[in-house]
């Protein structure tokens, strides 16, 4: 089992920053990819960025080069930093994780979802 805690969530003003991370405890010594997706009300859920262990990295078009995901592998953490934040930015941002289970499968994992309000 692998448990992800996100922090960083919040209100901000059109144009602005914010930077959520991600902390994973658990069974963490066979994670795959972590990264972060993100649900607006009404939409699904649909990828922001994730980070392969291998160090590949996959963004939305949308939101390439506004958006960067990083990972602290010595404190288990993911981040997204996001720039020039816009209104419909707002969503709940979800962390998300896969490792290669006990049987080989692919196990998935997603922290609880934080927040992100902007405002116009």
């Known amino acids: 089992q692998v448990q992800l805690v996100e922090s960083g969530g919040g209100l901000v003003q059109a144009g602005g920053s914010l930077r959520l991370s991600c902390a994973a405890s658990g069974s963490i010594f066979s994670i795959n990819t972590m990264g972060w997706y993100r649900q607006a009300p009404g939409k699904q859920r649909e990828l922001v960025a994730r980070k392969s262990s291998g160090g590949s990295l996959d963004y939305a078009d949308s939101l390439r080069g506004r958006f960067t995901v990083s990972m602290d592998n010595t404190k288990n953490t993911v981040y997204l930093q996001m720039n020039s934040l816009k209104p419909e930015d707002t969503a709940v941002y979800y962390c998300?994780?896969?490792?290669?289970?006990?049987?080989?499968?692919?196990?998935?994992?997603w922290g609880q979802g934080t927040q992100v309000t902007v405002s116009s």
């Open positions: 998300y994780a896969d490792r290669t289970g006990a049987t080989g499968g692919v196990e998935v994992y």
